[in-house]
């Protein structure tokens, strides 16, 4: 089955600074991947997504990016800011159905 | 839309019990998938129910199982606690396919003593 590998698992920046985080997936039948934010004790929130016929995803702060080829694909967050702490899943799926292949999250604290 | 709901929010049993755990997805999707969350594994897919179908599951022993009625409602089933089972339950639905997006609940967190 497919194999998510999220990193890094913590990441601390100044407010204002760019983030950035990386996963790698192993399926290469895997067409889907959303990114989810979790704040303290709230539920999952999709923030941005990207599919594989597409390299590139901009949102306002989020962009995005992915390389099928090397199977990898990162969330970037650009002008940091405080609210944006929490912890960053990322996803992949592809076969039939909505099975989801989580990575194992990454905790990013934002530093005012 | 009014979200995806779980019940109970809160919930404590002892090992060897079982618990049975409910989520009403979003009106119109018929796609609810259970996931258990603990600080070491992160999600961990358990199943997904489809039209009343079980049509994907993960790599979770027996004692998980689950239904989905034909109002879409679905309900996990663990027999047999053991501690281990501690951990936020979440479910997520999503609509019809072209549109994959999971939206979660709120979960249901479970402590075995």
């Known amino acids: 089955g497919e194999n998510v590998e999220q990193h890094p698992s913590t990441l601390s920046v100044q407010e204002g600074d760019s983030a950035v985080i990386k996963c790698t997936y192993s399926?290469?039948?895997?067409?889907?991947f959303p990114w989810y934010k979790q704040e303290l004790g709230k539920r999952p929130q999709l923030i941005i997504d990207?599919?594989?016929?597409?390299g590139e995803k901009k949102d306002q702060r989020i962009a995005v990016t992915l390389n099928k080829t090397a199977k990898h694909f990162s969330l970037h967050i650009t002008e940091t800011q405080p609210e944006d702490s929490a912890v960053y899943f990322c996803?992949?799926?592809?076969?039939?159905?909505?099975?989801?292949?989580f990575g194992t999250g990454t905790s990013l604290t934002v530093i005012p | 839309k009014a979200g995806v709901t779980q019940t109970p929010r809160y919930l404590i049993k002892t090992r060897g019990q079982q618990v049975t755990l409910s989520c009403s997805p979003i009106?119109?999707?018929?796609?609810v998938s259970w996931y258990q969350q603990t600080p070491g594994q992160g999600l961990q897919f358990l199943f997904e129910?489809?039209?009343?179908?079980?049509?994907n599951k993960g790599n979770f022993p027996g004692r998980f199982s689950g239904r989905q009625f034909s109002n879409s409602r679905s309900e996990m089933n663990v027999s047999t606690l053991e501690l281990g089972d501690s951990a936020l339950y979440l479910c997520?639905?999503?609509?019809?396919?072209?549109?994959?997006?999971?939206?979660f609940g709120p979960g249901t967190r479970l402590l075995v003593l």
């Open positions: 997520a639905s999503s609509g019809h396919r072209g549109d994959e997006t999971q939206y």
């Open positions: 399926d290469s039948a895997s067409n889907y």
């Open positions: 990207i599919r594989s016929n597409v």
């Open positions: 996803a992949a799926s592809g076969n039939t159905g909505n099975q989801f292949y």
């Open positions: 009106s119109g999707h018929r796609s």
């Open positions: 129910y489809f039209s009343e179908t079980q049509r």
